[in-house]
């Protein structure tokens, strides 16, 4: 007889709902393809995470939080921050693919974690206003819009790979220019 371990199938359902909120969105995810893929019980992913809506909030969440963690803003060396930034959504696509799937799927409305989400940005948004306090980087753009301008840069090749593709190239040098490019612009847009 098989021995239950929760947790593991709770990582396993997780795991799922991540490829499938990535690939498909929110209307287009099945919660039967979770389960499938997860080798789990459809009633047990409605137990542990509630509807798809709940499921998704909460997949998005914890990438969130991984990514904060992974990579935390750093005012102090802004061009090593985007490079570390890119470098994770280049082996975490799925994290901007539900981000977009979320903006897609909610657009100006209220998110159902929005109080969480924005306490989220209101800590990054504090390390760009402690940067400028001590004047380390530029006072004159409002830290929030800073903090929009430089993830929209270091992130929107992934986003838009089709562009990225077509704009900048394939190759690796095409690659390494198009990165070299993205810091020069954040270095300027923080320069005071």
Request: aromatic share 6%.
């Amino acid at each position: 007889m098989a021995v239950r371990d929760p947790e593991a199938t709770r990582a396993r359902i997780f795991e799922a709902a991540v490829a499938e909120f990535a690939a498909r969105g929110i209307a287009g995810a099945r919660i039967d393809r979770i389960a499938a893929a997860a080798k789990a019980n459809k009633q047990l992913i409605y137990a542990y995470f509630g509807n798809k809506a709940e499921l998704f909030t909460q997949v998005l969440g914890k990438v969130m939080l991984d990514l904060a963690a992974a990579v935390p803003v750093d005012p102090d060396d802004i061009e090593g921050w985007i490079d570390r930034l890119m470098d994770y959504h280049e082996t975490h696509p799925e994290v901007l693919r539900l981000l977009f799937w979320e903006g897609l799927e909610y657009g100006t409305t209220d998110l159902p974690d929005e109080a969480e989400r924005q306490e989220h940005y209101r800590r990054k948004v504090a390390t760009l206003e402690d940067g400028q306090a001590r004047g380390v980087i530029t006072d004159a753009i409002p830290p929030r819009d800073l903090l929009l301008l430089l993830t929209a840069l270091a992130n929107w090749a992934v986003v838009v790979p089709q562009m990225r593709r077509i704009l900048a190239g394939t190759d690796d040098t095409d690659r390494d220019r198009l990165r070299t490019s993205i810091k020069e612009a954040a270095r300027r847009l923080v320069a005071k």
